[in-house]
């Protein structure tokens, strides 16, 4: 959630921010009534209680004689109280979803627009140029008896498939080598719960514009997690932490469930949008003046690992309006696909701020001593779905794959053969 405070001293930057989202600026103006109104609603209520608890004291002094009518005064009044209260909760309860409505405050310098208005903000490496006509990444997978789609399918249904043999043990390398270079840069490494409570999910921000993504277990209510970031997010709720000796970074390791709605026809084919998938997913708490430093650290970790593949990439501002509602700023790195001519996402790193760690009660104490709340940021580490860029930017023209030489002490070989 937003910060009120700053809400209520800049509403021009608020509703500018949802214009660079391509959101309704008309929901800062219900916000702030319904803020108003929540304050009015709770100034009422406090009245109220001290004129209550006042003729309390009145009563105890009072003769006999007096007693009967300020009794009957004092019911009054009691009944007054509990419907000044009745309106002070129905007042929070639309305090609140007026300000879940509205989603993080777009970081200056982020470009406006949708899906296709980011800034290219750097290119690294060169696209291979091959003197044979290269394959996909699934039809080098099955020729290579990595990647089973059929059976997948046969199994779980669409957009399921299982890695076999070398296939598995890339996947396993990935995570590895993500997971060795996380805790050398000071993360702790973490398994975490992949079903998570509603109160869990929804702090994260992925039950407003997301919710058709997320696959939801009614019986049980909890919800499968489409990226370790959800228990990661959740792991501290509630508390409040001791950043005086630095952020608190931890490493997810997961499998991840996304429902991938209304992407029907869009990379349908092979392992780019799959309904599960395992990722290591990098997860930062701090204090808000050090998360743009921290977000640049997480980039840069990025950058380390997609080197180690040694594949070309690019890296990306993402535009506002193709943010979630929890980042104020987002920087993907896209990986080369030759067969598709164009780069696809393999990494993305957002900054939440304050947005996450205010929905979950996350603070922490300032050189004051004083509770404020925390800066949440995360970033991809390694998937599944890097295992696309890797097999076509290293097929050979013999149909095998070059495995990265970072990748060879895990998986056994240097070459994938057919």
């Not at 660079?20 to 209680?49: I, Q, Y």
């Not at 290219?120 to 490496?125: A, H, I, K, M």
């Not at 008896?145 to 779980?156: F, L, P, Q, T």
Request: charged share 25%; glycine share 8%; proline share 4%.
């Amino acid at each position: 959630m937003i910060d009120l405070r700053f809400l209520r001293e800049n509403p021009e930057a608020v509703r500018a921010s949802q214009r660079t989202r391509g959101e309704d600026p008309a929901l800062v103006d219900a916000l702030l009534e319904a803020d108003a109104a929540r304050r009015a609603a709770v100034a009422t209520a406090d009245n109220l209680r001290a004129e209550h608890k006042a003729m309390g004291k009145v009563i105890g002094k009072a003769s006999k004689e007096e007693r009967p009518a300020l009794l009957a005064a004092a019911t009054d009044m009691s009944a007054k109280v509990k419907e000044a209260e009745l309106a002070e909760g129905a007042a929070d309860a639309e305090l609140d979803a007026a300000q879940r409505a509205i989603s993080n405050i777009v970081q200056d310098g982020a470009p406006a627009g949708g899906e296709d208005d980011y800034v290219v903000l750097e290119t690294v490496g060169t696209p291979p140029v091959f003197d044979f006509e290269p394959k996909d990444h699934l039809e080098l997978g099955e020729s290579l008896h990595i990647i089973d789609m059929e059976r997948g399918a046969k199994v779980s249904g669409s957009r399921f498939y299982f890695l076999t043999g070398y296939g598995a043990l890339l996947q396993m390398g990935l995570l590895q080598l993500a997971a060795q270079k996380a805790v050398a840069n000071g993360f702790t490494m973490m398994i975490p719960p992949v079903l998570v409570r509603p109160e869990i999910m929804a702090g994260t921000g992925f039950l407003g514009q997301h919710s058709a993504e997320v696959y939801h277990l009614e019986e049980d209510d909890l919800y499968l997690v489409g990226t370790s970031e959800v228990p990661l997010a959740g792991y501290h709720s509630g508390e409040i932490l001791d950043l005086g000796a630095g952020p608190k970074r931890y490493a997810g390791w997961s499998s991840c469930f996304r429902r991938e709605a209304g992407s029907y026809g869009k990379d349908t084919r092979g392992i780019i949008r799959v309904h599960q998938f395992d990722k290591v997913e990098m997860f930062v708490y701090t204090t808000p003046d050090q998360a743009d430093a921290e977000h640049q650290r997480l980039l840069a970790w990025e950058r380390e690992m997609l080197a180690a593949i040694e594949v070309p990439y690019r890296v990306i501002d993402v535009a506002g309006g193709d943010l979630g509602s929890s980042a104020a700023r987002k920087f993907d790195c896209e990986a080369w696909v030759p067969t598709q001519q164009t780069y696809r996402e393999l990494t993305s790193t957002s900054n939440c701020t304050t947005f996450q760690a205010r929905r979950l009660s996350v603070r922490y104490r300032d050189e004051n001593g004083k509770a404020q709340v925390a800066a949440t940021l995360n970033g991809t580490l390694a998937t599944t779905r890097w295992i696309v860029a890797i097999l076509e930017n290293h097929q050979q023209a013999d149909g095998s794959v070059r495995v990265p030489e970072a990748l060879v002490p895990f998986v056994g070989t240097e070459v994938l053969k057919p």
